[in-house]
């Protein structure tokens, strides 16, 4: 499967190189897909930078992630850890006139949001292949690989766009990020003056069995990325429900609520029920703005916070809980905009994140007293933008994380202090 990726990408690589040799500098042009002038999270995949080479019909573009590490968690650690952690290519195409398609490759070595992962090694993956049809502004068709539109991390989740090297812990150890399945739906926007509504609403494939049975020994939903063949088969035979409604207020903010849930677990075999059925819903509430009091400071804050709710059979044990809760909330303030070196708009900002999970929530049933499994996390940063699309960032963590009966004490929990630096850019 890598080689036969690789052999793809090389291939783009000669098409790129060959064509660009033949077409006059001039004519290559940096934009972006989505022409629409006001925009909402979930244009997000469509609101990237890609190159137009000439008259041909297929745009590029991509994205990558590397960084520094050094982390100690009650008193161990690892040493100096040096982390390529993505490669992203963007291939987009208007087919015809209402008629486009998008498509994203990415190589991934992050076990942030899969800890089996390294176990497994880096991977290649099509993370996004989706043709839209477009009826109407209020009605457009969607369908291919897409991302479930659960929050808005998992659709705005580029490593560029974010002061942190860490993707937040909420949406990518409770949530499954870049959730991303085989299906179809619906999707349309409207505007009047400052305000702007959308909607988004698909049936996918779903999770599976591995949310309740992974190496991590409780409800765990990212596990369910690890099934190989999860675009091609679904364990439970029934549709994922994913849906989101946004607002948005050009002087307000955007404000997101979105729902997934569906059956998860493979509940007949060749026709005939071997189980009941059970649930996976999720619950999500997502909100953007950039602070009215004093817009030119350009103060912008992001927060997302999310339920899951899982069906959990009798004979588990409560460490498998049923309700689990967690997002995050960050700040970032820009503290100077001026010329640098040749840099016309560089850009240095402050950064402050906050997170927590807990993926316990409740009480142990034979003592009534309160189950834990729960972690929070500070993280300032200080990041450089010498433009838009490129950023340098600087963070630190302190992390405090006990087990399920509130110990502080082990390899992977108890409190963490972590360094990071990092590049990611657009190209």
Do not use: C
């Not at 089996?116 to 292949?129: H, K, L, M, S, T």
């Amino acid at each position: 499967m890598i080689k036969r990726i690789s052999g793809t990408l090389t291939l783009i690589y000669f098409f790129i190189h060959g064509a660009s040799a033949q077409i006059d500098s001039s004519l290559l042009k940096l934009h972006f897909t989505d022409t629409a002038k006001k925009r909402l999270t979930m244009d997000a995949l469509y609101d990237r930078p890609f190159l137009q080479l000439g008259k041909l019909p297929v745009s590029i573009g991509g994205y990558v992630e590397s960084n520094w590490q050094y982390a100690a968690t009650s008193g161990i650690t690892v040493g100096n850890q040096f982390q390529f952690r993505r490669f992203s290519l963007f291939v987009a195409s208007t087919i015809s006139k209402r008629i486009k398609f998008l498509s994203e490759i990415e190589y991934e070595n992050d076990p942030q949001g899969d800890p089996d992962q390294a176990a497994r090694g880096p991977e290649f993956e099509i993370e996004y292949a989706a043709l839209d049809i477009e009826l109407h502004p209020l009605l457009n068709l969607r369908g291919g690989m897409i991302v479930n539109p659960i929050g808005s991390f998992n659709q705005n989740h580029d490593g560029p766009k974010w002061e942190f090297t860490d993707r937040p812990i909420a949406m990518t150890q409770m949530l499954p990020d870049t959730w991303s399945t085989t299906g179809f739906g619906v999707y349309g926007k409207y505007f009047k003056k400052d305000w702007m509504f959308g909607y988004e609403f698909y049936l996918t494939g779903g999770f599976n069995d591995s949310i309740i049975d992974n190496v991590e020994g409780k409800t765990f939903l990212p596990a369910a990325k690890s099934a190989a063949n999860r675009f091609t088969t679904s364990a439970s035979g029934e549709p994922l429900i994913t849906g989101k409604l946004s607002v948005r207020n050009e002087k307000i903010g955007e404000l997101g609520l979105s729902y997934m849930g569906g059956v998860y677990n493979t509940w007949r075999i060749e026709g005939t029920p071997v189980d009941n059925k059970r649930g996976v819903r999720v619950l999500d509430a997502d909100f953007n703005t950039v602070l009215p009091i004093i817009p030119r400071l350009g103060t912008n804050v992001t927060t997302e916070w999310a339920w899951v709710f899982v069906d959990i059979p009798p004979n588990y044990t409560q460490q498998y809980s049923n309700s689990q809760f967690g997002g995050f909330a960050e700040i970032v303030q820009p503290i100077l905009r001026r010329k640098i070196l040749d840099w016309d708009n560089a850009t240095v900002n402050l950064a402050l994140r906050l997170e927590y999970v807990d993926w316990s929530l409740g009480k142990f049933t034979s003592t009534d007293t309160r189950m834990y499994n729960d972690v929070w996390s500070i993280m300032p940063g200080l990041s450089f933008r010498p433009t838009p699309q490129t950023v340098l960032r600087f963070n630190y963590r302190h992390q405090h994380q006990r087990d399920i009966t509130g110990n502080v004490i082990g390899a992977t929990i108890g409190n963490t202090g972590e360094f990071n630096f990092g590049i990611a850019t657009y190209f």
